[in-house]
């Protein structure tokens, strides 16, 4: 048996029109669930989400989903604005601050003001779970009528993904199901984050450590908070 997955076999060369129909499409799923994701008003057993801890006031859940689990984190930011964390959040040049196994992240192509398509890479030294991993992902970002912020970010289909940016021969094609923030407004300047994310990184990983790596992913949040609450706010700059 073959130690690694088969190479994506074909590669789909669409109009920019035919993208940007299609990502606004899919991404309005996403958002859905997102905001679906951090409404505290639902019952917290009728939608299967499962608190893993609780500690300095950062929750993180999960809840099944298929063979893999979505994982979810909610933390207030006290003298945080939305608009400071998503910019944090937000910038890829500087995403190695707060992800360190990742090598590069860069726009491949704008679709729109609130529509990108980026690439996620990480290297050679990168821990096993991380190493030699790629991701071709849409990123949409709306503003709510209420002021709230979402940011919603997927894998485009593998096929898509290989007409805008052929594979690297060394690299291994992962997929992120679903993934982004809520950002909401609260009094004094202050904002509650949630954050969700489901993937599979691909190759020959065994389910438990896929999840490690959905786990790992929660806890960057540590790093945003601090990142987040540095960056000058609206009135400072």
Known sequence: MSSSPAPCSRSWSISEDSLRRYVQFASESCIQELLAASDTNRGKDSDGWKILTLDNGVEISKRRSGSLHTFRSRWILRSVSPQQFITVANAIDAAKQWDSD??????????????????????????????????????????????????????????????????????????????????????????????????????????????????????????????????PSEGEI
């Open 102 to 231: 990742l090598v590069e992240a860069r726009y491949i192509k704008d679709l729109e003001d609130n529509l990108s398509i980026i690439r996620l890479r990480f290297g050679d030294n990168s821990k096993p779970l991380f190493r030699n991993r790629e991701f071709i992902v849409y990123e949409r970002r709306e503003t709510m009528g209420d002021g709230t912020l979402v940011v919603a970010v997927a894998s485009l289909p593998k096929e898509i993904a290989a007409g805008l940016h052929p594979k690297q021969s060394n690299a291994i094609r992962g997929l992120l199901l679903q993934s982004g923030w809520v950002v909401e407004k609260l009094e004094d300047d202050s904002c509650v984050v949630t954050y969700v994310v489901q993937l599979d990184p691909a190759g020959w990983l065994p389910k438990c450590f896929v999840n490690r790596f959905n786990t790992k992913l929660v806890m960057i949040i540590e790093d945003l908070k601090k990142l987040a609450q540095a960056c």
